[in-house]
T-cell receptor, first 116, second 113 residues
């Protein structure tokens, strides 16, 4: 068991909808991440949070809005998405973030998103 | 743009065969990780290699980090159906704090009984 849960597991939404993805980690970690995994493209880092503070926004469009109310929860708010945003969205957590040397990231199972 | 190329992209083999997956880049990495991802799940870390030339073994899996820390390989001996999955390498690049983690293009392995 990875200790990182994501809901919902599957989501279909129209381009005008607003939805949110939720991630929760039960590992006592301080850093949390959002990744996007598309077919035929490498896993892309979107956002990084360390002790609830955003430390990285990897040039992600503003239609994706992250929120980290505490070290255990991470949300990704979605609005006016495009069909090309359809992908698997993965959440991960790690104990520390000061360099990734030897640091293990634990991934959740992902939310499979389809934008129509 | 930093890119980690993995080869082959797809691999279908019979149970008992050996295989090697390669991960190559022109960038130097401070460390490199290998993950396996099964359908419907997130990637799971298999190993982290840190030193150039380092070799790590995990049962039937052997991981090697290139001397120049730009490439890596994963060798599986006597593959089993349970090894089926997407194998991802990920290199850490020193770029402020935290390091940037660049994921490879992935190798999808299918092992038939």
């Amino acid at each position: 068991e990875t200790g990182v849960t994501q809901t919902p597991r599957h989501l279909v939404m129209g381009m005008t909808n607003k939805k949110s993805l939720k991630c929760e980690q039960h590992l006592g970690h301080n850093a949390m991440y959002w990744y996007k995994q598309s077919a035929k493209k490498p896993l892309e880092l979107m956002f990084v949070y360390n002790f609830k503070e955003q430390t990285e926004n990897n040039s992600v469009p503003s239609r994706f809005s992250p929120e980290c109310p505490n070290s255990s929860h991470l949300f990704l708010h979605l609005h006016t998405l495009q069909p090309e945003d359809s992908a698997l969205y993965l959440c991960a957590s790690s104990q520390a973030i000061a360099g990734l040397l030897g640091e293990t990231q634990y991934f959740g199972p992902g939310t499979r998103l389809l934008v129509l | 743009t930093q890119l980690l190329e993995q080869s082959p992209q797809f691999l279908s083999i019979q149970e008992g065969e050996n295989l090697t997956v390669y991960c190559n880049s022109s960038s130097v990495f401070s460390s490199l990780q290998w993950y396996r991802q099964e359908p419907g799940e997130g990637p799971v870390l298999l190993v982290t290699v840190v030193t150039g030339g380092e070799v790590k073994k995990l049962k039937r899996l052997t991981f090697q980090f290139g001397d120049a820390r730009k490439d890596s390989s994963l060798h599986i001996t006597a593959a089993q159906p349970g090894d089926t999955g997407l194998y991802l390498c990920a290199g850490a690049i020193r770029s402020g704090t935290p390091d940037k983690l660049i994921f490879g293009t992935g190798t999808r392995l299918q092992v038939f009984p």
